[in-house]
T-cell receptor
Framework: QKEVEQNSGPLSVPEGAIASLNCTYSDRGSQSFFWYRQYSGKSPELIMSIYSNGDKEDGRFTAQLNKASQYVSLLIRDSQPSDSATYLCAVNSGSARQLTFGSGTQLTVLP | GAVVSQHPSWVICKSGTSVKIECRSLDFQATTMFWYRQFPKQSLMLMATSNEGSKATYEQGVEKDKFLINHASLTLSTLTVTSAHPEDSSFYIC??????????FGPGTRLTVL
């Protein structure tokens, strides 16, 4: 069974700090990795996708992928209260074209 | 990014009635759409994969006769919850696939069955 694990949190960081969100996955055949942000009562919003080992930066967000360790992370620099949300890690193994979601990490950025 | 709409955004119905939820890709064509359900404080659960012009593929444990999916065009998929009961109350979210693997989500439909 394909699994995606996230620390459920809650994770609290002060405004301006770096928030680090982590995710591990069980399927070594996974090829595509995504981070979604979900505000309370809303649907998920795509933040980042990453396919290759290493870092990928987009504004204040950096996704990191290590396929050997089956680990993907999301760093949020200069965290803002508006970043407070649940962050979902999603993995696509490629064979079924379906996303397997982690349970999400709740992030709170304190003003 | 790609825009996906859902209608209605919320619905309240009586037990035993059927409810139809529409999912549309507004600025692109989507061969594949997905339907998810999310209960409070839980992650998304995939219900089914909807492919244009063919029957949907349902996940284990999802009753295909209860959750009817139709994907008649490249921009529209519908989910009909038949004979809804209070335990079907949930947040239903669709997504559309862009490219080989990226999914963009609709805003969701909150269903409350009395």
């Amino acid at each position: 069974q394909k699994e995606v694990e996230q620390n459920s949190g809650p994770l609290s960081v002060p405004e301006g700090a770096i928030a680090s969100l982590n995710c591990t996955y069980s399927d070594r055949g996974s090829q595509s990795f995504f981070w979604y942000r979900q505000y309370s009562g809303k649907s998920p919003e795509l933040i980042m996708s990453i396919y290759s080992n290493g870092d990928k930066e987009d504004g204040r967000f950096t996704a990191q992928l290590n396929k050997a360790s089956q680990y993907v992370s999301l760093l949020i620099r200069d965290s803002q209260p508006s970043d407070s949300a649940t962050y979902l890690c999603a993995v696509n193994s490629g064979s079924a074209r379906q996303l397997t979601f982690g349970s999400g990490t709740q992030l709170t950025v304190l003003p | 990014g790609a825009v996906v709409s859902q209608h209605p955004s919320w619905v309240i119905c009586k037990s035993g009635t059927s409810v139809k939820i529409e999912c549309r890709s507004l600025d692109f064509q989507a061969t594949t759409m997905f339907w998810y359900r999310q209960f409070p404080k839980q992650s998304l659960m995939l219900m089914a994969t909807s492919n244009e012009g063919s029957k949907a593929t349902y996940e284990q444990g999802v009753e295909k006769d209860k959750f009817l999916i139709n994907h008649a065009s490249l921009t529209l998929s519908t989910l009909t919850v038949t004979s809804a009961h209070p335990e079907d109350s949930s947040f239903y979210i669709c997504s559309a696939e862009v490219g080989a693997d990226t999914q963009y989500f609709g805003p969701g439909t909150r269903l409350t069955v009395l």
